[in-house]
């Protein structure tokens, strides 16, 4: 992995992949991702009945958060050059203060092909080399593929959970970096 930073922007390279600030005119992506979602995911992750995020909201997003050039990375394939999901860290402090969380979603067109397993790989270094010592990751005990990419890029569960009766059990894991 490789880590350039042309005007400042973080930009990873891995043998297939490069991972990028969003551009707003791949909005259109984050849609398709929204709308695959698995039924089991939480409203608040779903398209709502008025049909938002709309490909609008996300542009907005794009252009003023800065969780979508700095966080959560556009991972961009080398050879067909299209944007296929994200990879990155969300540095909210919601788990522990300085110690951010991995956060992966791919289209499920180009699952089980060992991105994210390679994007996660690159995002670890990335951290490394910003100076976080541990990262942290929640993931539904029912998301086997995740949690196989987590426990492939080196994270443990801490036995920390937390249940939700109608759609499982979150895991908490964490990798010391
Ligand atoms: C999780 C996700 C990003 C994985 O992307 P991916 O590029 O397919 O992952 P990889 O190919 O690197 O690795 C997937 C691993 O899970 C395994 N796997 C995938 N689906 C599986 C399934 N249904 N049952 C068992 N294993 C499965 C694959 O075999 C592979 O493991 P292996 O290398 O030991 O064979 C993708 O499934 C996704 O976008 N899911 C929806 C969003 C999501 O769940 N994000 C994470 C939230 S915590």
Known sequence: ?????????VVLETDRLLLRPWRV???????ELWTERDPRVPPHRRIDAEGHPTVADLEDAIRTDEVWSNGLLAVERKVSRDVVGYCGLVDDGRVAA???????????????????TEASAAVLDWA????????????WDWNTASRRVLAKVGF???????????????????RRL
């Open 98 to 116: 300085g110690e951010p969380e991995l956060a992966f979603e791919l289209l499920r067109r180009v699952w089980r092909r060992g991105y994210a």
């Open 25 to 31: 005119a791949e909005a259109v992506v984050q849609r």
């Open 128 to 139: 490394r080399a910003s100076g976080y010592e541990r990262l942290w990751a929640t993931v």
């Open 1 to 9: 992995m490789t880590v350039g930073a042309p005007g400042g922007e």
């Open 156 to 174: 443990a569960e801490t036995g920390r959970t937390e249940v939700d009766a109608e759609r499982g059990t979150t895991l908490m894991t964490t």
